[in-house]
């Protein structure tokens, strides 16, 4: 399958700064990757380049097999930024209107968009009345006109409620089943934990990790955090059989490397009824998150 986006090797230098180093990636259609990284380290640079509003120093980038900036890869990208800005004076569906003129689209189509991101019944009230999450939406809206290719977008859920977040998503799955790249840069790792097919970490202008979330947890090797759970008066009879394990509010908190979950798992389930639940919480992606990027600082 020939990939939406590729990046080959890019660098980009600002003097003597090297703000991306080597950094290698690609983006298949319908595949949600998760851009994650500090501040500074390199992510919008990454976006503009793809872009095409800033040259790389060396290095190759395609956009459907096209550079950056040229015609057919401005038709194939949208971009939906942190801070979307939009007249204050116009409602939202003359907004969508100008910018489906822009792209050579039916404005008719525009209360469609307004629809699909969740705000008809506010299509004709000025954009200056909406919150934030509202202008979010309209950026949505203009970001999907012409049925985009590759989807860049800049923590796209700043200023959203939970339900809005959630709607969010599923807009994104829907794109994505329809063959849509989507490369999102967020803070929210709880977010796009469970809504992204492949996380990429940057760290000083470094790619210092890649893959799905079980591929991460794998190579990152981080302990395993288990909830022990005992049944009344079995407590302590529990906690003697289980070194290690630290008592706290009735419940027995303990971990063990991944290599020996099972193994220990099966310690538990052998105390039978002595047991009355166990969690079983794998390292989260922001542990991942803070262990990549750390090994990757200078």
Request: net charge positive; proline share 6%.
């Amino acid at each position: 399958m020939t990939s939406t986006l590729t990046i080959s090797d890019l660098t980009k230098r600002f003097g003597d700064v090297a703000a991306l180093a080597g950094v290698s990636l690609s983006v298949a259609p319908g595949e949600r990757v998760a851009l994650l990284g500090h501040n500074g380290a390199g992510k919008s640079t990454l976006m503009k380049i793809i872009l095409g509003l800033i040259p790389m120093s060396s290095g190759k980038v395609t956009i459907c097999d096209a550079a950056p900036g040229s015609a057919a890869a401005r038709a194939a990208v949208a971009y939906l930024p942190e801070n979307a800005a939009f007249h204050p004076a116009l409602t939202g569906l003359e907004q969508t209107r100008h910018y489906l003129r822009l792209r050579g689209e039916d404005p008719g189509l525009a209360m469609g968009l307004m629809e699909k991101v969740g705000l008809g019944p506010a299509a004709r009230r000025r954009i200056g009345t909406y919150s934030k999450g509202m202008r979010q939406r309209v950026g949505l809206a203009q970001a999907l006109i012409g049925h985009p290719r590759l989807l860049v977008l800049d923590e796209p859920t700043s200023g959203l409620d939970p339900v809005s977040r959630r709607e969010f998503y599923a807009l994104l799955d829907e794109l994505a089943a329809q063959g849509s790249s989507i490369l999102l840069s967020s803070h929210a790792l709880t977010e796009v934990e469970a809504r992204t097919d492949r996380i990429v970490i940057l760290s000083k202008g470094r790619l210092v990790a890649e893959g799905t979330l079980a591929d991460l947890r794998r190579r990152a090797d981080l302990p395993v955090t288990l909830h022990v759970t005992a049944r009344n008066g079995c407590a302590s009879d529990v906690a003697a059989q289980l070194p290690g394990a630290i008592l706290v509010d009735g419940a027995l908190h303990m971990t063990c490397p991944q290599s020996a979950k099972l193994e220990t798992m099966g310690r538990i389930a052998a105390l039978g009824p002595k047991v009355a639940d166990l969690d079983v919480l794998p390292p989260s992606l922001e542990d991942l998150y803070a262990h990549f990027s750390q090994r990757g600082a200078p």
